[in-house]
């Protein structure tokens, strides 16, 4: 596979199996893990449903997190964890009466071209968008749009980028 010249765009959208329940969705990257490609990301896009940010209003425990990962295998989103690329985190403080809104902007843009390389590296051979409600009455939904380029580099440096994202969990 070659190095791309233009960014790519990968659109998905993830629901929870049932409330409040972690889940995943596999990125179809069209790579394999000895292909020694690693994937740039340059951009994330957000966008939690009108709905699900509507639960967000019902109750000051209600929470959400979205994340794209490099496992499926993980049993929470913690900002800790080695296979979390990126992620979101979304609660809600009520203050006053039911009357009380507050406007919200979507998509949740990640800019990541300032960092050294212009985005965030990681092996492209696995990638999901994973979601997890909390205290939430229904399943959460997202919409979340990532932007990369492939780049073929030496099978020591991606040996190297499996390990520090643990890939091969």
């Known amino acids: 596979m070659a190095e791309d010249k233009y960014a790519n765009l990968a659109n998905m959208t993830i629901q929870e199996s049932a409330a409040n329940t972690l889940t995943f969705n596999k990125l179809a990257t069209g790579t394999a893990i000895f292909e020694k490609v690693a994937m740039v990301i340059h951009r994330i896009e957000y966008e939690l449903a009108s709905a699900t940010m509507a639960m967000l209003l019902s109750a ?53 071209t300032s960092l050294p390389g212009g985005g965030l590296i990681i092996p492209s051979s696995e990638l999901y968008l994973a979601m997890q409600g909390e205290s939430l009455a229904a399943p959460g939904y997202c919409r979340s749009s990532v932007y990369f380029t492939y780049r073929k580099i030496k099978p020591e440096e991606y ?11």
Do not use: C
């Open 60 to 112: 000051t425990d209600d929470a959400v997190e979205v994340a794209w990962t490099t496992s499926n295998q993980l049993s929470s989103l913690a900002k800790t964890t080695a296979q979390v690329v990126d992620r979101i985190s979304l609660g809600v403080a009520l203050f006053g009466t039911a009357a009380n809104a507050q406007i919200y902007e979507r998509p949740i843009i990640h800019d990541l």
């Open 159 to 169: 040996w190297e980028l499996v390990e520090a994202t643990r890939a091969l969990t």
